[in-house]
């Protein structure tokens, strides 16, 4: 597989549900990053993982975990969400070059609804 | 409010036509990305701009990065309704992690 893979790409669940996303990049990638995309609000960036390591919380409530246990994979673990929750979730990776970032590589999304 | 200004936030033109969709900011950048994405599917990277002044072209996309590096356009031309999508900008700066992004352009081609 090529590129930037997230599972599952739809996602249904109630209020007091444990589920977890799932991201893995195959581009040899050091950084990987998630976003929230909701209706009619710019794409939000919510955490950022460089080498493993967590450099970025854009104060993102603590029903979203994040967890990065090598640089190919990345993990949303979600529990006790709000129907203001439900949006398109992405992954995405990219890789620095003298220290600057240049592209970033996004997956298809996961489609989360909270009910 | 944002550090990338996207305009026009909607453009919806007929087949053939040409539009220019702007991306402004006070800040300097490394690097400024233009993605298309379609409903319901990830952002697709469509070109990367690293030097003042760069012109890109890919078909009948044009991609300028002004010369002071804080800004960018892309210039469609004769469009076509399978140029419809949300089109983002996305930019870096200077030795920071990750990127920031424009509010989109969301464009309608009807045929």
């Known amino acids: 597989e090529t590129g930037v893979t997230q599972t599952p790409r739809h996602l249904v669940m109630g209020m007091t549900n444990k589920k977890s996303l799932k991201c893995e990049q195959h581009?040899?990638?050091?950084?990987m990053y998630w976003y929230k995309q909701s209706a009619k609000k710019p794409l939000e960036l919510m955490f950022v993982?460089?080498?493993?390591?967590?450099?970025e919380n854009n104060s993102v409530p603590s029903r979203f975990s994040p967890e990065c246990p090598n640089s190919s994979h990345l993990f949303l673990h979600l529990h006790t969400l709000q129907p203001e929750d439900s949006a398109l979730y992405l992954c995405?990776?990219?890789?620095?070059?003298?220290?600057?970032?240049?592209?970033?590589?996004f997956g298809p999304g996961t489609r989360l609804t909270v009910t | 409010t944002q550090l990338l200004e996207q305009s026009p936030q909607f453009l919806s033109i007929q087949e053939g036509e040409n539009l220019t969709v702007y991306c402004n900011s006070s800040?300097?950048?490394?690097?400024l990305q233009w993605y298309r994405q379609e409903p319901g599917e990830g952002p697709v990277l469509l070109v990367t701009?690293?030097?003042?002044?760069e012109v890109k072209k890919l078909k009948r996309l044009t991609f300028q990065f002004g010369d002071a590096r804080k800004d960018s356009s892309l210039h469609i031309t004769a469009a076509q309704p399978g140029d419809t999508g949300l089109y983002l900008c996305?930019?870096?700066?200077?030795?920071?992690?990750?990127?920031?992004f424009g509010s989109g352009t969301k464009l309608n081609v009807k045929p």
């Open positions: 995405a990776s990219s890789q620095a070059r003298d220290g600057n970032l240049r592209e970033q590589y």
């Open positions: 581009l040899g990638h050091n950084a």
């Open positions: 993982y460089n080498f493993k390591e967590q450099t």
């Open positions: 800040s300097v950048f490394s690097s």
């Open positions: 701009v690293v030097t003042g002044g």
């Open positions: 996305a930019g870096a700066l200077y030795n920071f992690n990750k990127f920031y």
